[in-house]
């Protein structure tokens, strides 16, 4: 028996991937219980090194590191989606002597690391006389490298949909930029809407750079809490709840962003045809006279409520 994309698997084939399944399990569940025995006979589960985190001062520097993250985070993340779609934008100018500066920008800022950029920004501008605060050196190397990111985002996006999109507005009577902002625009977007999300998500992460210049954010935090002798210097802990914290953060901005996505589904906006003006298929007899009108078709179109 054969399907249209694979061969249905047969009794053996069905048997072998049960067994791979069973195998592939066990090896996971056996790796994960030596992990696990080689914590505990470690000592990373005693109270000791755990104490540290049943300080309200603790949590205190935590969240107070979580909010330097989050002001890093937050602003990189607007002016990076800005700065993408200045960039897009450009690079899909008609005019060369336009689309050459923002290419070579875009190309430029990509290739250069963040940790780089920053360590440019912090070390390398004081020796020109110029300071910077490290807050403005995470802010500004995240918004270069992912808005240059999130523009060849956005231009592929607008590349790829349909060439009559963009001949259908300029049909209508709009310019080049109405053009792009009410028909290539909020289709692009929302095709590139988990592509543009992605790009956050590792925006946020990024941001965990900024202790390689003393910017006081959550890695910078767990660092200085792994390195206290009096709990045993518990590094392991340090990175579980840091790393959770990193990891819920993740899973809030993806939710909020499928949230987002619903809602644009759900939008009448964001559906075909002119809202208000529903239609039916409404079927035909042989010898209507409406089939000499609509040609050899059994259905015509009508619109409701005529």
Same mark, same amino acid.
């Given at each position: 028996?054969?399907?249209?994309?694979?061969?249905?698997?047969?009794?053996? +084939? #069905?048997?072998?991937?049960? /067994?791979? =399944?069973?195998?592939?399990?066990?090896?996971?569940?056996? *790796? &994960? @219980?030596? $992990?696990?025995?080689?914590?505990?006979?470690?000592?990373?589960?005693?109270?000791?090194?755990?104490?540290?985190?049943?300080?309200? +001062? #603790?949590?205190?520097?935590? /969240?107070? =590191?979580?909010?330097?993250?989050?002001?890093?985070?937050? *602003? &990189? @993340?607007? $002016?990076?989606?800005?700065?993408?779609?200045?960039?897009?934008?450009?690079?899909?100018?008609?005019?060369?002597?336009?689309?050459?500066?923002?290419?070579?920008?875009?190309?430029?800022?990509?290739?250069?690391?963040?940790?780089?950029?920053?360590?440019?920004?912090?070390?390398?501008?004081?020796?020109?006389?110029?300071?910077?605060?490290?807050?403005?050196?995470?802010?500004?190397?995240?918004?270069?490298?992912?808005?240059?990111?999130?523009?060849?985002?956005?231009?592929?996006?607008?590349?790829?949909?349909?060439?009559?999109?963009?001949?259908?507005?300029?049909?209508?009577?709009?310019?080049?930029?109405?053009?792009?902002?009410?028909?290539?625009?909020?289709?692009?977007?929302?095709?590139?809407?988990?592509?543009?999300?992605?790009?956050?998500?590792?925006?946020?992460?990024?941001?965990?750079?900024?202790?390689?210049?003393?910017?006081?954010?959550?890695?910078?935090?767990?660092?200085?809490?792994?390195?206290?002798?009096?709990?045993?210097?518990?590094?392991?802990?340090?990175?579980?709840?840091?790393?959770?914290?990193?990891?819920?953060?993740?899973?809030?901005?993806?939710?909020?962003?499928?949230?987002?996505?619903?809602?644009?589904?759900?939008?009448?906006?964001?559906?075909?045809?002119?809202?208000?003006?529903?239609?039916?298929?409404?079927?035909?007899?042989?010898?209507?006279?409406?089939?000499?009108?609509?040609?050899?078709?059994?259905?015509?179109?009508?619109?409701?409520?005529?």
């Amino acid at each position: 028996m054969t399907s249209v994309l694979y061969d249905v698997p047969g009794p053996r +084939a #069905i048997l072998r991937n049960r /067994l791979i =399944a069973v195998a592939t399990v066990v090896v996971i569940g056996a *790796l &994960a @219980a030596f $992990l696990i025995y080689r914590l505990a006979l470690s000592g990373q589960f005693s109270a000791t090194k755990w104490g540290l985190f049943t300080y309200t +001062a #603790i949590w205190e520097q935590i /969240l107070a =590191a979580l909010g330097k993250t989050l002001a890093a985070f937050g *602003l &990189a @993340a607007v $002016l990076s989606i800005v700065v993408g779609f200045v960039l897009a934008i450009g690079r899909l100018s008609d005019h060369r002597w336009v689309r050459g500066p923002f290419m070579g920008v875009t190309e430029i800022f990509r290739a250069v690391p963040v940790l780089v950029m920053m360590m440019l920004l912090y070390y390398g501008l004081p020796s020109i006389g110029v300071r910077m605060e490290p807050y403005w050196a995470v802010v500004i190397a995240l918004v270069v490298y992912n808005g240059s990111v999130l523009a060849e985002a956005l231009r592929a996006g607008i590349e790829a949909l349909p060439r009559g999109q963009k001949e259908a507005g300029y049909a209508i009577g709009l310019r080049k930029s109405g053009v792009m902002r009410l028909v290539l625009l909020p289709q692009a977007v929302r095709a590139m809407l988990p592509v543009i999300v992605a790009q956050l998500v590792v925006t946020m992460k990024d941001t965990a750079l900024g202790f390689i210049i003393t910017y006081p954010e959550l890695l910078y935090l767990a660092k200085q809490l792994s390195s206290n002798v009096q709990f045993g210097r518990p590094l392991l802990q340090s990175a579980f709840v840091i790393g959770g914290i990193y990891i819920i953060m993740c899973l809030i901005l993806s939710g909020l962003a499928k949230w987002f996505e619903i809602r644009m589904r759900k939008s009448p906006k964001a559906k075909g045809g002119a809202a208000g003006t529903p239609t039916e298929t409404v079927p035909v007899q042989p010898g209507d006279p409406r089939l000499h009108e609509a040609g050899t078709t059994t259905e015509v179109i009508a619109t409701q409520g005529r």
